[in-house]
């Protein structure tokens, strides 16, 4: 079983709330967060999280970020356990559909241009999850007091700080930081990065918008998370401590626990290693 947990937040600057977030079946809609904690058995069918970060002006970044979600729920509610190549390609189709519809949408509402959104998609597939990427939303995973970035950020200063050229300190401060090389939306050929990792017993999954990552460093995302009670409390500190220092852009966070005996036991170097799949094409 996994249990997943969802918030979202509008933070302490902007109007509107521009993210939007999947579990599964469920979109945040109206709601800042899940009613309950909820349960899943990926045994039987996989699991999908997606986190979407809307851009474009308040109205068009939400209905960008709505329409990713919507679009995504809809293509792969039916996929039940296909073999992992086949789950790659649900996936990132559904992303490729997800572009086109906001695409069309921005031409059929010329006062929609430039609408777009990120969206950090990832399906569960027994004990191994794949991610989707599109943008600088992030998918984080936590083994013990160990974290790691799965997604690379897909922004000018993300790729400076993969090649070498500045740090991550650096990068923070960056005049160009927010400068993003892809989204949903924003053109028609899209580039999906693909990535995936060994799920094992006691681990955390953790998608979040960049209201969330920009605030709070993935180190104190690892020691709120494991301090917690349950994924709950995580979402609800993590939400908390990203307004807390000021709450710059909008927070989502989505945050899933693998308990279950029929996760595999951590390997013994306690590692957190990702492979992968496709990559988006460096500067």
């Keep these: 079983m996994i249990t997943a947990y969802s918030q979202t937040h509008v933070g302490q600057v902007r109007r509107g ?21 909820r349960e899943f058995d990926s045994s039987k069918k996989s699991v999908i999280l997606m986190v979407s970060d809307g851009m474009g002006g308040a109205a068009a970044g939400e209905v960008a970020s709505r329409l990713a979600v919507e679009t995504v729920r809809e293509s792969v509610q ?16 559904a992303l490729h559909k997800a572009n086109a519809v906001i695409v069309e949408h921005a ?21 191994e ?9 992030r998918a984080y995973l936590l083994r013990g007091n160990e974290i790691r970035q799965i997604t690379k950020d897909q922004s000018f200063v993300g790729q400076l700080v993969e090649a070498g050229r500045i740090t991550e300190e650096e990068a923070e401060l960056h005049p160009r930081r927010n400068i993003i090389l892809q989204a949903l939306g924003s053109q028609e050929d899209l580039q999906v990065a693909v990535t995936s990792a060994k799920i094992y017993r006691g681990d955390y999954l953790l998608l979040c918008s960049d209201g969330l990552s920009a605030m ?23 939400v908390e401590l990203a307004n807390q220092r000021g709450g710059h852009d909008n927070i989502t966070v989505i945050l899933a626990r693998f308990d279950d005996e029929e996760f595999p036991a951590p390997p013994a170097d306690n590692g957190i290693y990702f492979q992968v799949i496709s990559e988006f094409p460096d500067l």
């Design 216 to 238: 709070v460093k993935k180190q104190e995302m690892a020691s709120e998370v494991q301090s917690s009670s349950d994924v709950k409390d995580a979402c609800n500190r993590l």
């Design 107 to 127: 031409y059929s509402n010329p006062a929609m241009h430039g609408m777009g959104a990120t969206a950090t998609l990832a399906g569960i597939l027994g004990n």
């Design 17 to 37: 709330n521009e993210d939007h977030f999947l579990v599964v079946d469920t979109i945040n809609g109206k709601a800042d967060a899940l009613a309950e904690i």
């Design 129 to 137: 999850v794949f991610i989707g990427q599109v943008g600088d939303s």
């Design 78 to 93: 039916t996929v039940k356990q296909p073999p992992p190549t086949e789950f790659i390609k649900h996936l990132t189709e």
